[in-house]
């Protein structure tokens, strides 16, 4: 048709850059420094050229990174309450952002660290608050990380924020989140493990 122009279909692709705004709140909110997550972003480019890593490529990484056994059922739970927790639209993938996170949960040592760094995943508005939901995804994620089962988790969430909330606002501030959870003896047995 004269005069008729056609647009050439291509595959949604995301930016080969990384955002300046992603850098700084990657290295605020991990223990990434700047020119690590820049190196980081390339290598992940590298495996995942659309901008989007499914379970079996992150199993495939987290098995290079870590010394956590990722054959056993801890370790496939671990990946599988990963991605339903990261995995927002179900559609099988995360965005680097998201691997960055969970590879540094993934990867801390000290339970204050982890708490610490959970609290900040899950505080998206960074108000410095988090809700009754938010705890149970953090401890569904710490959970399934160690092998335990998502419903202790959530039983657990709900056991220890009833006890926090002193106010019932229904909220958690960081500092008294991750003093009542330190504060519980199970919860440190098990992140110490």
């Not at 420094?33 to 495996?47: M, P, R, S």
């Not at 495939?60 to 739970?77: C, K, N, P």
């Not at 009754?132 to 990380?145: A, P, T, V």
Request: charged share 35%.
């Amino acid at each position: 048709m004269p005069g008729r122009r056609f647009k050439r279909k291509t595959a949604r692709r995301t930016s080969d850059t990384l955002k300046d705004s992603d850098i700084e709140w990657l290295a605020k909110n991990t223990s990434y420094a700047k020119d690590t997550i820049v190196e980081w972003h390339k290598g992940f480019l590298a495996d995942c050229p659309n901008g989007q890593m499914n379970k079996d490529k992150m199993k495939e990484m987290f098995r290079a990174m870590l010394t956590q056994d990722l054959e056993d059922e801890a370790g496939e739970q671990m990946l599988e309450q990963m991605f339903k927790i990261f995995d927002k639209d179900g559609d099988g993938t995360i965005d680097f952002k998201e691997f960055m996170i969970a590879t540094d949960l993934a990867s801390q040592q000290q339970p204050e660290a982890k708490l610490r760094g959970a609290f900040k995943m899950f505080d998206k508005d960074e108000s410095g608050e988090i809700d009754l939901e938010e705890m149970i995804d953090i401890f569904s994620m710490m959970y399934s990380m160690q092998g335990k089962s998502v419903q202790d988790a959530e039983v657990r969430a709900n056991e220890i924020f009833g006890r926090l909330d002193h106010n019932g606002d229904g909220t958690l501030e960081e500092e008294e989140f991750v003093k009542g959870c330190m504060d519980d003896p199970e919860l440190m047995e098990m992140l110490s493990g």
